[in-house]
């Protein structure tokens, strides 16, 4: 599989949104958000991105390009513990025409969708954005509880609570 970077994929997703001539809003999370944020040795092969538009026409489009992507009209559905609200507000764009808008999450909205999961490489993702946004542990934990609290009641959000609490530790040795 190619690797995918940030300028490639923005100019394919302004091909796609040119041609259909219809608004398309993207959130980008994952690889793609971090080249943004700064690392950009990750690598990825996908999109991962919330989208308000055609999805289902994008996701063809992106499938005959070759182009795995991961999208969903809503990224709190992807995990038993919701985003903090307001996290679509919270957005800094990085891409506007007439068309379509590109955006990433906050730092710290960005640092809860990785501790959802909770991978080596979550942690890796989210510990890199503390430390070049200089996020304090209790902004993440306001974050993490807004989450909990705007979760459905689950088993999981007691290992999220667990994880955010290893996370914190480990954001002390930073």
Same mark, same amino acid.
């Given at each position: 599989?190619?690797?995918? *970077? @940030?300028? $490639?994929?923005? =100019?394919? &997703? /302004? ?7 219809? %608004? ?29 538009? *055609? @999805?289902? $026409?994008?996701? =063809?489009? &992106? /499938? ?7 999208? %969903? ?102």
């Amino acid at each position: 599989m190619p690797q995918l *970077d @940030l300028d $490639s994929v923005i =100019h394919t &997703l /302004k091909a796609f949104s040119n041609r259909e001539k219809k %608004s398309l809003q993207m959130i980008l999370l994952g690889g793609l958000a971090l080249h943004h944020y700064g690392m950009e040795e990750r690598s990825t092969i996908d999109i991962d991105a919330e989208v308000v538009g *055609d @999805l289902e $026409s994008l996701f =063809h489009f &992106l /499938k005959s390009k070759k182009i795995p992507s991961d999208l %969903s009209e809503n990224i709190s559905g992807w995990s038993v513990v919701a985003m903090p609200p307001g996290y679509r507000d919270r957005t800094t764009t990085l891409f506007q025409s007439e068309y379509l808008q590109i955006g990433v999450l906050d730092p710290c909205d960005f640092v809860v969708s990785k501790l959802r999961r909770f991978t080596e490489t979550d942690i890796e993702d989210a510990l890199f954005i503390v430390k070049k946004f200089g996020l304090r542990p209790e902004q993440i934990a306001r974050s993490a509880e807004a989450a909990i609290a705007h979760s459905i009641k689950d088993t999981g959000l007691f290992l999220f609570k667990k994880n955010v609490d290893l996370f914190l530790k480990r954001t002390a040795e930073i």
